[in-house]
């Protein structure tokens, strides 16, 4: 972020620190432990993880040896990175973290301030709608005009592993559901050989609203296994959420550009910034590749975003 003044970049680092404290202290409050983050790593892991990042934004370190690192685009894949190797069974952590992440937007190199939590090792029927009223929470603090998107993955995975796709297809009509091209997709899906669970896909779109709305329009569609445990999951978590659901907007086409999720995934906004401030969700199966399958969920409070939609009147940049 630019700064014409001195002064004005003064005001908005001390406007930061406060921001900073503040949400430090209330996940203090609600029980969580501050850990510090690693700032870079390994390229290959973090790239077989997470498939659809653009490698190209990426920005690379080259170690004496020849191996070659990054400066951590995900907090999150860095933390379990750290931890996992050393798990011990039984344990559960409740933490978060304060840190940058770097992405290379092809004009130079951008960082981004931002804050987390992660919740592992903790799997109950209110685990997850826990960790949301901490999101929700936050959001509180700073706006009343905010609004929650709430899916899950496994709904998505279900109709993707059952229309078996090839891998150019699969990644291409992943982007299309990420920039919410429906025009594209149907065009898209016109090409490809008609399996039943495209029934599904094409009008997966629909499937957005309340949760009652949805499961009206899923009437006649295929379901299977896999995208009935995903609905499920979110009957559960609107069921815990007493009725509070008047922000809410539930999406089953939502897909993230990060690959781990395998629950729920959810976003936050507030009125006067159409850039997500919060998100997260549930990544069990990232942690499987050590060798158990850990319970695992999180978000991630986008700072500068935050910031700039809070004090927009009153910052000069």
């Given at each position: 972020?630019?700064?014409?003044k ?13 921001l900073?404290?503040?949400?430090e202290?209330f996940?203090c ?18 790239t077989?993880i997470n498939?659809?990042?653009d490698k190209?934004s990426s920005?690379?370190l080259l ?14 894949t ?13 344990l559960?952590?409740?933490i978060?973290y ?6 290379n937007?092809?004009i ?5 301030r931002q804050m ?5 090792g ?20 700073y706006?009343?005009q905010?609004l ?6 496994k ?6 592993q059952?229309?078996?796709?090839n891998?150019?297809d699969?990644k291409?009509i992943l982007n ?6 429906k025009q594209?997709?149907?065009?898209y899906?016109?090409?490809i050989?008609?399996k039943?669970p ?10 957005e609203?309340?949760?009652?709305e949805?499961?009206?329009?899923l ?9 009935q445990?995903g609905?499920?999951e ?11 659901t008047h922000k809410?907007?539930?999406d089953?086409?939502m ?5 781990y ?5 959810f976003?936050g906004?507030?009125d006067?910034?159409n850039k997500v401030i ?11 590749q050590?060798?158990?399958k850990i319970?695992?969920?999180g ?5 500068d975003e935050l910031?700039?939609?809070i004090y927009?009147?009153?910052m000069?940049?």
């Amino acid at each position: 972020m630019d700064f014409l003044k001195i002064e004005d970049e003064v005001k908005f680092s001390h406007k930061m620190f406060i921001l900073k404290r503040e949400i430090e202290q209330f996940l203090c409050e609600e029980g969580y432990r501050n850990i510090e983050p690693s700032i870079y790593e390994n390229y290959d892991e973090f790239t077989g993880i997470n498939f659809r990042v653009d490698k190209k934004s990426s920005v690379k370190l080259l170690e004496n040896s020849g191996n070659i690192f990054i400066l951590s685009p995900d907090i999150t894949t860095g933390i379990v990175n750290k931890l996992m190797p050393r798990w011990e069974l039984g344990l559960t952590l409740k933490i978060f973290y304060y840190g940058k992440t770097y992405i290379n937007n092809g004009i130079g190199i951008k960082e981004n301030r931002q804050m987390g939590v992660e919740l592992i090792g903790e799997k109950n029927n209110n685990t997850d709608e826990s960790v949301l009223s901490i999101a929700i929470k936050t959001m509180k603090k700073y706006s009343n005009q905010y609004l929650f998107e709430i899916g899950n993955s496994k709904f998505l995975k279900g109709i993707m592993q059952a229309c078996s796709f090839n891998n150019y297809d699969y990644k291409n009509i992943l982007n299309l559901l990420y920039s919410k091209n429906k025009q594209e997709l149907k065009e898209y899906l016109s090409k490809i050989s008609y399996k039943e669970p495209m029934s599904t896909l094409i009008n997966i779109f629909d499937l957005e609203g309340s949760l009652d709305e949805i499961l009206q329009n899923l009437k006649g569609l295929y379901i299977n296994d896999l995208m009935q445990q995903g609905i499920d999951e979110l009957c559960t978590l609107d069921k815990s959420l007493n009725g509070n659901t008047h922000k809410i907007i539930y999406d089953l086409s939502m897909v993230s550009e990060l690959s781990y999720y395998d629950g729920i995934i959810f976003r936050g906004y507030i009125d006067g910034s159409n850039k997500v401030i919060i998100k997260g969700g549930r990544y069990d199966s990232f942690t499987e590749q050590y060798g158990y399958k850990i319970p695992a969920i999180g978000f991630s409070i986008e700072l500068d975003e935050l910031i700039k939609t809070i004090y927009e009147e009153e910052m000069t940049i």
